[in-house]
């Protein structure tokens, strides 16, 4: 790219991709692995596409040498992956060295070739034993965590500086015992908030824990997914249907890490529930905002939001548990295959928003990106023009807000690879590299190599791709400028 067509980021921006544990790895069974509630719930056709299960995902865990050479040779700075908390305990109590091992490998692999690990440290894995003992329902479950992180904490701190606690802990609680979307297959709302209230102490207590091991420069996170509203009409009821959702959604976490508590308009909202009586203690409040070093932002797509009825049992597709009187409407084009929204400006906008609402607290994008259906060419290569242009137009809206003043320090793609995409099973691919799911043969796809350009250059594309132009290869983009 050339200076006068580029958006150059600042010098230290952070680039990289990212993973989960279970969406990869395969080997459910080896090295003494227990069950998660992953493995129990996605064999069933009801529960998954066609019943796909993750007990070979890319196989990544017998492949991460040749994973990890592919990072290298698509020059990620980063590499921001999970680890399977069953691996480690398989009963989530008990340590299992054989699965401690694999990461401990990783990570010298990793830094082998001058890749940073960033480590989550909860990827929606959770032990089946665990569940079977009340799972995230369950306060025992907070302290069950903190043990764990401090145990992988204590393995691997020597060489990782980045950790975050939870990824995403809305999808956790709120499709996994909410909507039973999502493992465990729960549906019930008292219980979704009350397994989010339990993961956001664990996310304090197992801060507290890693601090305490007193590791120098070692820095802490949580990643949080956002989905901005877009009003359909600019009206009392319909900004009053915004303000329930983005409670919910958007501040209802974010808030209690940082400090504000539970949003008091949302405690009025879910009040009818009386879900968060039984298991709020003195101290909780203070535990959960356990100071952090730096926010993930999880970032697909907006909501687009209208009233409803009262009734909860008519709001249809909303996933917000106990959420009355506001209802998803369908995304506007043009969409992912996952019929998610393409509406960059809103990461703008959530990017600037969440700067002015927390200054001095850096942000790093450890989430985006989008699925298509991409098939290899007669050549071996992978056209995802679509995902070249979904990539380019995020990480322009992401220097918008740098340009805008937000303290954001990082981008990572999601994901590196194709890979088992929980519920969805195989049907939807995000990576920037394919995978053959009956070879395991890895492709370098165009946004692969679009991606290794940004990173070289530091700067995007300023003009826009050429939308229907020809097939993106190793070298420079066309662009409209």
């Known amino acids: 790219m050339t200076p006068e067509r580029s958006l150059v980021f600042p010098e230290r921006f952070r680039w990289g991709a990212a993973t989960s544990a279970f969406q990869i790895e395969g080997a459910p069974k080896e090295d003494g692995r227990g069950p998660s509630i992953w493995d129990n719930f996605v064999p069933s056709a009801e529960n998954s596409v066609s019943g796909d299960d993750g007990t070979r995902a890319c196989d990544h865990y017998h492949r991460f040498r040749d994973d990890v050479a592919l990072m290298s040779e698509l020059g990620l700075p980063a590499y921001r992956f999970s680890v399977a908390w069953p691996r480690v305990q398989p009963d989530g109590r008990t340590f299992e060295p054989r699965g401690m091992s694999f990461y401990d490998r990783l990570v010298d692999e990793l830094l082998e070739c001058e890749i940073e690990p960033v480590v989550t440290l909860y990827h929606w894995d959770l032990p089946q034993a665990l569940e079977d003992a009340g799972g995230w329902t369950n306060r025992v479950t907070a302290q069950r965590f903190a043990d764990y992180a401090q145990l992988v904490y204590s393995v691997l701190s020597d060489r990782v500086a980045d950790w975050t606690t939870f990824n995403e802990p809305l999808v956790a609680a709120f499709l996994g015992y909410g909507s039973a979307v999502h493992a465990p297959g729960r549906a019930n709302s008292a219980d979704a908030l009350q397994a989010g209230h339990h993961m956001l102490v664990g996310h304090g207590l197992a801060v507290k824990a890693m601090r305490a091991q007193e590791t120098a420069h070692r820095k802490f996170s949580v990643a949080l997914n956002f989905s901005p509203v877009l009003l359909e009409v600019n009206d009392e009821e319909h900004r009053e249907a915004a303000r329930k959702f983005d409670g919910l959604h958007n501040r209802w976490f974010l808030d209690a890490v940082t400090g504000r508590g539970y949003p008091a308009d949302v405690l009025d909202d879910l009040a009818h529930l009386r879900a968060l009586e039984p298991v709020l203690r003195d101290g909780d409040f203070a535990l959960m905002s356990a100071p952090i070093d730096w926010l993930g932002v999880n970032y697909y797509a907006p909501s687009r939001l209208a009233p409803m009825a009262a009734d909860p049992s008519e709001l249809g597709s909303n996933p917000l548990p106990g959420l009355r009187g506001s209802g998803l409407l369908p995304a506007r084009g043009p969409l992912t295959s996952f019929a998610w929204e393409r509406t960059p400006a809103s990461l703008t906008d959530l990017l600037v928003w969440l700067h002015q609402r927390h200054p001095g607290l850096p942000l790093e994008v450890t989430e985006n990106g989008a699925a298509f259906r991409n098939v290899v060419g007669d050549g071996g290569g992978v056209h995802d023009k679509q995902r070249v242009n979904c990539l380019a ?89």
């Not at 322009?396 to 099973?425: C, K, P």
């Not at 190599?449 to 420079?476: C, H, K, S, T, W």
């Open 393 to 481: 137009d995020h990480q322009r809206a992401i220097h918008t807000a740098i340009m805008q003043g937000a303290d954001v320090r990082g981008y990572f793609a999601r994901s590196l690879l194709d890979n088992f995409e929980w519920a969805m099973g195989y049907s939807q691919r995000f990576g920037i590299v394919h995978v053959d799911f009956d070879t395991m043969r890895r492709s370098v796809k165009d946004s692969g190599r679009y991606f290794a350009q940004v990173i070289a250059d530091n700067a995007v594309p300023a003009g826009l791709l050429v939308p229907n132009g020809p097939p993106v290869g190793e070298g420079d983009l066309t662009r409209i400028s």
